[in-house]
C-alpha cells in the first residue's frame, strides 16, 4: 500500500524542524540571560530559559534546604530542565514541588515526565485540575479563540479514542494536587499564589511579598504577543496574555491590575526576559493603564478580528509550506524528510523536487503575502485568504487524487479543515465589508 498524506506530511514536518530552531533574546534591562545558562534574577530565584520561537521560561526558586520548579515548558524540555538543575544544584537533588501558573502545554508539557523521575508532586489551582487530568469538555468550556477555531474541530475530527489516548498521554492524572488555601506553599512559607484567572480559569502568579519578585505565567508577559510585529520579530515588552489562547479576556484585565497593585520589583513571566530594577512598578502600572491589549473593555471591530484571525491561520500554513518546501527541494529523494519516493507512482513526477518547489511558492510565499496584507487591513485581504483557502483545497485535491486518502496520520483531514477555515474566514470578512449603497454623480 503506497503512502498518502506525503506532501501534507512535508508541510506539518516543516513546521516541527521550523519550531526546532532555537535563539537567544536580549536582555530587557541590566544583565545578561541566555537560553543554555541558568541565571539568578533575585536572591534564590533562577530563570531557566528563555527557549525557542515562543520564549519559553521555567524558574528554580529555593527556600531552605528544598527547592521548586515553577512550570515545566514544552514537553521536550524535560531533559534541558534536568541539565539546568544538575548544573546548578547537583545530580543528586530533587525539587519538593512542581508548582504550574497554569496547565497549558507550554507550561506543563514536561511536568509528569519530570515529576515522575523526580517522585515529586505537581500542584496546580483547583479550577485548573480538569485541563490538567485531561478532561476535554473542561477544555472546550475554556478554550480560547485558537482552540475554538482550529484545536477543537480536529480534536473531534479524530475521533473518542484518538483523542482520548492523545490526552492520556498529556494528563498529569496521578501527580497533579490542588494548591493549598489561602495562597499557602507548603514548603516554601516565604512566597504565596495569587489567583490570576483569565488565560484559563485557574492561572496563578506566585510572589515573594518580603522583596516583590512574582513569576506572572502568562497572566503579564514581557514579549509582545498580541501585535503582529511583535511576534513576527520576538520584540521585548509588557504584554497582556495572547489573546487568540486566552479564555477570558475581561478576567485577564482584572488579573492585571492585580498584578499592577502589588508593584512587584521583578517580574519573570512565563515568556520572554525577567524585567527587574527600580522602574519594573511603573512598567507594571503603566500597562494598566493601556500597555496591555487584553484591558479594553470593549470587543474588536469586525475588521481586525478578521484581519488577525486570517493572518493567523495563513502563517501557520506558510511556516509549514516554506519548510517542508525547501526540505523536499533540498533532498528530492527523501534525503532531508523521510519520504518514500514511491508515494509518487502514478504522478508525473520522479522526485519531489517540483512538487517541493510548488509547495514552497504556492503554499509558501502566497500565503505569506496574505498575511501581509491582512496585517495591513488591505481591500485585497478577504479576497486573498479566500484563495489561499481554496488554493490548499485544491492542492489537497489533487493529492488524494495522485497519491489517496488516509486517516493515519489524520494530515489530510487536519488540512482540509484548515483549508475550509480560510477560505471561510475569507469568505466572512468579505461580506463584513460594507458596500457601496449608491453611485455619486
Not at 477543537?152 to 475530527?157: A, D, I
Not at 502589588?262 to 512565563?270: H, I, T
Not at 503603566?286 to 488577525?308: L, N, Q, T, Y
Amino acid at each position: 500500500m503506497r503512502p498518502s498524506g506525503v506532501l501534507a506530511g512535508a508541510m506539518l514536518a516543516g513546521m516541527v524542524v521550523v519550531a526546532a530552531r532555537r535563539r537567544r533574546g536580549r536582555p530587557l534591562d541590566a544583565g545578561t540571560f541566555t537560553a543554555q545558562t541558568p541565571a539568578e534574577i533575585a536572591p534564590g530565584v533562577f530563570v531557566l530559559g528563555p527557549w525557542g520561537r515562543s520564549q519559553t521560561n521555567a524558574y528554580l526558586v529555593v527556600g531552605g534546604a528544598s527547592w521548586f520548579l515553577v512550570d515545566a515548558g514544552w514537553g521536550s524540555d524535560g531533559p534541558r530542565i534536568r541539565a539546568a538543575t544538575r548544573a546548578l544544584l547537583g545530580p543528586e537533588t530533587v525539587p519538593s514541588a512542581i508548582l504550574l501558573t497554569h496547565a497549558h502545554p507550554d507550561h506543563s508539557g514536561a511536568a509528569r515526565e519530570l515529576a515522575e523521575s523526580w517522585g515529586c508532586p505537581v500542584y496546580v489551582h483547583p479550577f485548573e485540575l480538569q485541563i490538567a487530568t485531561g478532561d476535554f469538555a473542561a477544555m472546550a468550556r475554556h478554550a480560547g479563540p485558537l482552540d475554538r477555531l482550529l484545536i477543537l474541530p480536529v480534536m473531534r475530527l479524530i475521533g473518542r479514542r484518538r483523542r482520548e489516548a492523545a490526552l492520556a498521554r498529556s494528563s498529569l492524572a496521578g501527580v497533579v494536587r490542588p494548591l493549598g488555601p489561602a495562597g499557602s506553599i507548603p514548603g516554601l512559607e516565604a512566597w504565596v499564589w495569587i489567583h490570576t484567572p483569565g488565560h484559563t480559569p485557574g492561572h496563578v502568579a506566585y510572589v515573594r511579598p518580603s522583596d516583590g519578585v512574582l513569576l506572572s505565567g502568562d497572566a503579564v508577559l514581557t514579549v509582545e504577543v498580541n501585535t503582529w510585529s511583535g511576534v513576527l520579530r520576538q520584540r521585548q515588552g509588557l504584554s497582556g496574555p495572547p489573546w487568540y489562547t486566552t479564555w477570558d479576556r475581561r478576567a485577564g484585565a482584572a488579573s492585571i491590575r492585580v498584578i499592577a497593585e502589588l508593584e512587584p520589583s521583578v517580574l519573570a513571566a512565563g515568556h520572554g526576559l525577567p524585567l527587574a530594577g527600580p522602574g519594573t512598578a511603573a512598567a507594571v502600572r503603566a500597562s494598566r493603564a493601556g500597555g496591555c491589549p487584553v484591558k479594553r473593555s470593549s470587543p474588536d471591530p469586525p475588521e481586525f478580528r478578521f484581519a488577525r484571525a486570517a493572518g493567523a491561520l495563513e502563517v501557520f500554513l506558510a511556516v509549514g509550506a516554506l519548510a517542508g518546501g525547501a526540505a523536499l527541494v533540498l533532498g528530492p529523494r527523501g534525503e532531508v524528510l523521510p519520504l518514500p519516493v514511491s508515494a509518487l507512482e502514478g504522478s508525473p513526477f520522479d522526485t519531489y523536487h517540483v512538487p517541493g518547489l510548488i509547495l514552497f511558492i504556492v503554499l509558501g510565499l502566497g500565503p505569506l503575502g496574505a498575511a501581509w496584507l491582512a496585517l495591513r487591513r488591505h481591500p485585497l485581504a478577504p479576497l486573498a485568504a479566500c484563495a489561499v483557502g481554496a488554493t490548499l483545497l485544491v492542492w489537497l485535491a489533487v493529492e488524494i487524487a495522485i497519491v489517496g486518502f488516509s486517516m493515519t496520520p489524520p494530515l489530510q483531514p487536519f488540512y482540509l479543515l484548515l483549508g475550509a477555515v480560510i477560505t471561510a474566514v475569507g469568505i466572512a470578512w468579505v461580506r463584513s465589508r460594507p458596500r457601496p449603497s449608491g453611485i455619486e454623480v
